[in-house]
């Protein structure tokens, strides 16, 4: 399942490059396991070496010029430091020329509007006097925007992959890239993996939102 699955999306992105006139590479990115290693998880280090490699063998068999893998320093960190992590990769290879993710609201104006109000000293000394009164982060954002920009739409940054999407213009502009960033709009037609997550805490039966293998 495992090989079927690299390979179609190495076929899809190979499939992209049809009809483009200059260089382009196919890369693989590999994503954490999901697990912790030992002694504060169940994963042997050495099983988890061999998984890792074996993606990259079959993504360089399927015909990947390049696999990338997000540390777990970053993977496994806030939208905030995630999307850093993610970005500074990219940036540092000096060869992506685009960067597209999707957004619920799929209006990029709207999303560089956030950016750009997160990351003033305005908000940065506002979010210091709200988590000062014990709230977290979301919280005292949502907080924030509702009294001092009421011209930003809390939903904006309320919903998953827009907060990403923020995110990502955000450490885009720290890093001053000369990336363009590009959304499209996504439309919800699967849970998301936070949904399932609360679903599953609340004692809920997720087995029809998930792969039957994962289910199993």
Request: contains cysteine; glycine residues 6%.
């Amino acid at each position: 399942e495992l090989e079927a699955i690299v390979a179609a999306a190495v076929a899809n992105a190979r499939a992209a490059q049809e009809g483009i006139h200059h260089p382009t590479y196919v890369a693989l990115d590999i994503g954490p396991s999901g697990k912790l290693l030992k002694p504060l998880g169940d994963l042997d280090f050495e099983d988890a070496v061999e998984c890792f490699a074996k993606i990259v063998r079959i993504g360089a068999a399927a015909g990947a010029d390049l696999v990338l893998e997000l540390p777990v320093v970053y993977s496994a960190q806030s939208a905030m430091r995630f999307s850093f992590g993610a970005v500074s990769l990219i940036n540092n290879l000096g060869c992506v020329d685009f960067l597209s993710f999707g957004s619920e609201c799929g209006d990029m104006d709207q999303l560089k509007k956030a950016a750009g109000i997160l990351s003033s000293e305005t908000f940065s000394a506002y979010m210091k006097t709200e988590t000062k009164k014990g709230l977290s982060y979301p919280s005292a954002r949502s907080n924030i925007l509702e009294k001092g920009f009421p011209v930003l739409s809390n939903d904006i940054i309320s919903s998953p992959n827009n907060i990403l999407a923020v995110e990502y213009l955000r450490a885009l502009k720290v890093l001053e890239s000369d990336i363009i960033p590009v959304t499209h709009l996504r439309k919800t037609q699967f849970s998301s993996a936070c949904d399932i997550r609360e679903k599953m805490l609340k004692g809920e039966n997720v087995n029809s939102l998930i792969p039957q293998a994962a289910a199993e």
